[in-house]
């Protein structure tokens, strides 16, 4: 499948590892391809997604809203009533993740599950060599992306594509955030097809 990803698609899919990086996320989600699209590396995608209002920024900002840090289950009255007994909060995350390494206080995958005849299911796949592993949802977004392409009789993947992916995955945390900014996604995917045809 890649290899019908444009360059610039392919560009967008590394970039989204470095955003989901930026964030402290141990994977890549819906949510950093998005960041991505809202780019202006990104070509049409960016003009679409910047014209129905979004900007990275503000982007970032909402997935830091609804991605809670497990570190930061803790409110600001429990660090305050910590750090009046003299408990600084950010020391202590500083000393465990140098002693323990970074990502120490992250929760670790679920153990996995038994399969058919009661066999040990895969292991869930941890990063290795420094990638970031996809989600479920961010795959299928790529998938889909494969589908919109084939449905539209092109032969290549751009980010208009991936742009018509997640729209049409529609579960996945940038579905949460396009439709908390009052953006319409049908309305979306609409202006996405009609720049595809026209610069066909």
Known sequence: MFERFTTQARDSVVRAQREARQLGHRHIGTEHLLLVLLDPAAGVAYTILHGAGLDAN???ADIERLVQNPWDLLGEKDAAALEAIGIDLDAVRAKIEETFGPGALE???PAPRRG???RKAAAPRRSVGGHLPFTPRAKKVLELSLREAL??????????HILLGLLREGQGLAAKVIADAGIDADDLRQQTIAALTKAA
């Open 107 to 109: 929760p670790d995958p």
């Open 58 to 60: 503000g982007v970032r």
């Open 116 to 118: 058919l005849f009661r």
């Open 151 to 160: 449905h539209l009789r092109h032969n290549y993947i751009d980010t208009e």
